[in-house]
């Protein structure tokens, strides 16, 4: 069994910052990458960031140059780092780990609004 607890989120006016927060625990032997999605209402769930074994980052397109990934120095928990955010950045946000299967959180609500 794979658990992850993700923290943070919330409300924030446009052009301010959120960080979000995620702990793997339980059977996590090798983890392989660590990310974001986010999904908006009626829209797919989408690609937001990823950290991989080592260390290497990767970001979604609409959130390069204002979104931040990294990691604990257990390399169980991921953090998101979210600067100058926008109204379009509202969605839901899940973490998800990648061991052999890729596990995901229950996802945290993030709203851009003034």
């Known amino acids: 069994q794979v658990q992850l607890v993700e923290s943070g989120g919330g409300l924030v006016q446009p052009g301010g910052s959120l960080r979000l927060s995620c702990v793997a625990s339980g059977s996590i032997f090798s983890i392989n990458a660590m990310g974001w999605y986010r999904q908006a209402p009626g829209k797919q769930r989408e690609f937001v960031a990823v950290?991989?074994?080592?260390?290497?980052?990767g970001y979604g397109d609409s959130v390069k140059g204002r979104f931040t990934i990294s990691r604990g120095s257990a390399k169980n928990t991921v953090y998101l780092q979210m600067d100058s955010l926008k109204p379009d950045d509202t969605a839901v946000y899940y973490c998800?780990?990648?061991?052999?299967?890729?596990?995901w959180g229950q996802g945290k609500q993030v709203t851009v609004s003034s």
């Open positions: 950290i991989v074994i080592d260390g290497s980052t």
């Open positions: 998800n780990v990648v061991l052999r299967s890729r596990y």
